[in-house]
């Protein structure tokens, strides 16, 4: 199927381009049949399952652009905060200049949530548990979707997302809404249960774009079995002197390398990525990385960064969870770009990083966590890993022969039993998780949803779940015990203030609500209540608050790590202490004072404290490493975490009036947390400029930037005199600033204007000679991003719309303007007829945001010449996202801003 025809099922030439541009000329099989012969843009549910690689992302988008086009909303569902962000960013700059209006939601990105509780957005990236938070505050949302796409599906297998996925899925199932439900997962062996649960149509798929080869590798030959045929054969590779894994895994690694072929190398830890890499870097001779290297120069030191630069040299790289974002994205880039031949991952890319990997080798070990100790072990990947991880490998659009995936083995043993586990067993069943999940903070959440309301509601909720519908169909659950159950978490809650129960219906209090709109588990609301209610008559301060959210049953989910000789031997219980106040360590002193109860995990919540406070103090990431033996990758995921623990903090101790300027100081530690940042860096830190992070907003607020207006004031040439020039020039481009045009002197000078023009003076001439006074200081922003029939712009910091014929004919006053100093424009170049009433309006539509609503903002010369007066210094254009508005017109203009930044 061409992707033209996609014309008869609603799509637009326009959008039809935009993919076509990006090379997508056909369809996939897969994406194919679920148009054709599944219904894709018709009504009810559909689940697709077929392998990683084989096209069911762009099943997804296919759905949420058709929903869009008919302004119907969008919630796009994806597991983790990378995927959201990628989607985000791709679905942007394919789909804002057609007004789509795109947003994210996750738990450190909160700034579109009340837009998303209000109904204004098209397409909503989310991530599980953030859409779960935003459907218990607001279930109505669901009224006005057309889709819900759930990407990752498989998920719900995970033992650490499963659960918060499975809710979400039996909340749609039960509301009645008009939306759809779209599941894309990966294949599972009894994964055909879901779509009956969700009474789903079911389209399987088991073919591969690009072929596969996966198997093993011993003494020096590559046994393999092609995914899409089946068949098996043998690749003579290298055999190194002697047959052991790591030399066997450095030599092929190294001679694809100089085949120009890149490898990716997924290890069973964190310090395996780094030790090997290093090894791989020794051994390689391989063109340096240097554009990556000239990236990681400006980001602020680690001991990751060190090692990773080292590696680098030599055209090879690390990729782990102990490296913080900004460096994971500059490897990720330069690896897509093909400057890096070698990397070597722990298990952080194996899910959705779409990158040009042409051979993946695998560890088949992983750690684990007990839950039930908190405790790691080693144990051997599932044959469902495998798959994921194996499906990197030639991946569609990125190799056009095929892919290898390798495991080594150094023996005849591990040859024969990996061959058994990986290649002829079939993938493990899918299990589920929501009966072992929190019972507490499930009953909670969907009676503060509004979901249920008695005893007999929930138990016919959870009845309806998946992991209810298959233990019923393997008899393996008790009805009465569950009951029991549930008598009791319902009295708890009652006792506990968070539900009312009148009339024998059962409503979640303000403080329950507040409670599950924040996400958070029963156990720690419960603990962050009591200290409320202790603290309420007293100061806080910033670190009594971090060492509280630490000491909540959701914080222990965020790892960190803390050896059995630091638990002994450490001095974070006299280093908590002595920062204390009197009031708060007399309220923790039998944790700080006693060993007998210094546990390793209280031990362990002090630490966490400790480091959060160096954090928003903006203590150097290299020495918080040094200092608390961790990663700075660690610090800011663990920052995420704490920073949604104080986010519910703020919001219970508002439901308990605790007093407002406490509630303000909660909310802000809230968002110091997610950069790590004092408060004065605040409003520099919400505008999301790509690189301006912790370090480079401490070097502005140091150099007396601390804020929007002084940052959008200073000119191109400071700023770089300050922070790097790819980000003084990013800074730049989003004021839209303009390099200063040098008058002409007889311009600038007064001019007395003739009472009575001779013929030999035009119009045009007579308003090029006037004085260039200006009648007002307002300052306008030309946003340009597209609402249905009206286009933003901000008006002295106030964000409004006009309508777009208003907009376009002010844009062209203002672009005037900045061209001359001057601005003046004739009557019939703004509109060929009617213009007084035109210019009339685009001053109703301005004046409530005007400083003076009396001031005479477009301005008549009496000779058929109209100008916006304002300085041309207080007009800034987003040229980025004005050229990509539909209307011709206010592209042109968005053209003529552009040369004028490059003549400048």
Not at 203 to 211: D, T
Not at 399 to 423: D, P, Q
């Amino acid at each position: 199927m061409k992707t033209g025809e996609l014309i008869r099922y609603g799509f637009s030439s326009s959008i039809i381009d935009v993919w076509e541009k990006s090379g997508l000329k056909a369809l996939l099989p897969v994406q194919s049949m679920a148009v054709r012969k599944f219904d894709l843009f018709g009504p009810g549910n559909l689940i697709v399952s077929a392998p990683t690689s084989s096209g069911k992302t762009f099943i997804g988008e296919m759905a949420a652009v058709r929903n869009a086009l008919e302004n119907k909303k969008v919630f796009y569902c994806v597991p983790l905060k990378a995927l959201a962000e990628e989607k985000y960013h791709d679905f942007k700059r394919k789909y804002d200049q057609y007004g789509f209006r795109v947003v994210i939601s996750t738990r450190d990105r909160r700034e579109y949530d009340d837009r998303i509780n209000a109904g204004e957005f098209g397409i909503a990236v989310v991530v599980y548990e953030k859409l779960q938070q935003l459907l218990t505050q607001n279930i109505g949302l669901l009224d006005e979707i057309g889709i819900v796409i759930i990407d990752e599906l498989q998920m719900l297998a995970d033992d650490t997302r499963g659960a918060e996925l499975e809710l979400l899925l039996t909340k749609l199932k039960l509301y009645k809404g008009n939306f759809k439900i779209l599941g894309l997962s990966a294949v599972m062996k009894n994964c055909q249960i879901v779509p009956e649960w969700l009474d789903a149509k079911f389209l399987e798929y088991f073919q591969r774009p690009v072929e596969l080869r996966r198997g093993i590798l011993y003494n020096g030959v590559f046994h393999y079995e092609t995914f899409n045929t089946g068949e098996t054969g043998q690749e003579k590779l290298v055999e190194p002197g002697e047959n052991d894994c790591s030399g066997s895994l450095a030599a092929n690694v190294k001679r694809f390398a100089e085949l120009g072929e890149q490898s990716l190398v997924f290890l069973k830890d964190k310090s395996s990525t780094r030790d090997i890499a290093a090894t791989f870097a020794v051994k390689s001779n391989l063109p340096s990385a240097d554009a990556a290297i000239e990236e990681l120069a400006h980001l602020e030191d680690t001991s990751s960064k060190h090692q990773l630069v080292e590696c680098l040299q030599k055209g090879v790289a690390f990729h782990n969870a102990d490296m913080n974002i900004e460096e994971r994205e500059v490897v990720e880039r330069h690896f897509r770009a093909g400057a890096i031949r070698i990397l070597c991952s722990t298990s952080t890319l194996a899910m959705g990083v779409n990158l040009p990997a042409r051979n993946v080798f695998l560890e088949t070990q992983k750690w684990h966590t007990n839950k039930r100790f908190n405790r790691p072990y080693n144990a051997a990947i599932t044959k469902a890993e495998f798959e994921n991880m194996a499906g990197r490998a030639g991946r569609l659009s990125l190799e056009k022969e095929f892919g290898r995936a390798i495991v080594v083995a150094a023996s005849e043993f591990e040859f024969e039993s990996n061959m058994h586990r990986y290649l002829d067993n079939d993938i493990e069943e899918m299990g589920t998780h929501l009966l072992d999940s929190d019972l507490g903070t499930l009953v909670l959440n969907i009676v503060a949803s509004g979901i249920c309301k008695t005893g007999g509601s929930i138990r016919n909720f959870i009845r309806n779940s998946l992991s209810w519908y298959m233990a019923r169909k393997k008899g393996t659950l008790s009805d009465a015990e569950f009951d029991e159950r549930i008598v009791a978490v319902i009295k708890n809650c009652i006792q506990a203030g968070l539900f009312n129960h009148k009339n024998k219906q059962l409503e979640a209090s303000s403080l329950g609500f507040a409670c599950a709109t924040k996400g958070i588990s029963v156990e720690s609301a419960l603990s962050i209540i009591s200290w409320l209610n202790e603290a309420r008559n007293r100061a806080t301060s910033d670190l009594e608050t971090l060492y509280v959210a630490a000491r909540t049953s959701d914080a222990h989910n965020y790892h960190i790590n803390m050896s059995t000789r630091e638990y002994r031997e450490s001095p974070y219980h006299d280093m908590l202490g002595s920062q204390l106040g009197p009031d708060a360590r007399a309220l923790f002193r039998q944790d700080i004072d006693n060993s007998i109860y210094r546990t390793y995990e209280r031990v362990k919540e002090m630490k966490v404290a400790l480091i959060m406070n160096e954090w928003i103090s903006e203590t150097p990431f290299i020495d918080i490493e040094t200092k608390y033996n961790t990663f700075s990758g660690s610090i800011q995921r663990l920052a995420e975490g704490i920073s949604w623990i104080v986010d519910a903090i703020t919001g219970i101790a508002a439901v308990m009036n605790v007093g407002e300027t406490r509630v303000l100081q909660f909310g802000k530690l809230s968002r110091r947390l997610l950069v790590g940042i004092e408060q004065q860096g605040l409003s520099l830190a919400v505008l999301r400029i790509k690189g301006l992070n912790r370090h480079q907003i401490a070097k502005l607020v140091k150099a007396g930037i601390a804020d929007v207006e002084t940052l959008r004031a200073r000119s191109l040439d400071e700023l770089t005199g300050i922070i790097p020039t790819t980000l003084a020039r990013r800074i730049v481009k989003r004021f839209g600033s303009v390099a200063p045009i040098v008058k002409n002197a007889a311009i600038e000078r007064p001019i007395e204007t003739p009472h009575e023009p001779g013929p030999a003076l035009t119009k045009a001439s007579r308003s090029s000679k006037e004085k260039p006074l200006f009648k007002c200081r307002d300052k306008f922003m030309f946003d340009g991003r597209v609402e249905k029939k009206r286009t933003y712009i901000g008006i002295n910091g106030v964000q409004t719309t006009m309508t777009n014929r208003m907009f376009e004919i002010l844009l062209r006053l203002a672009v005037q303007m900045k061209k001359d100093g001057i601005g003046w424009v004739e009557k019939n170049d703004l509109a060929p007829d009617n213009t007084t009433q035109y210019l009339s309006r685009a001053r109703r539509e301005i004046e409530p945001f005007l400083l003076d609503g009396k001031s005479e903002i477009i301005e008549n010369n009496a000779f058929g010449a109209y100008r916006l007066s304002v300085p041309p210094e207080n007009l800034i254009f987003d040229t980025e996202t004005l050229a990509c508005h539909w209307m011709h017109g206010i592209k042109e203009l968005s053209e003529e801003v552009t040369s004028l930044s490059a003549t400048g």
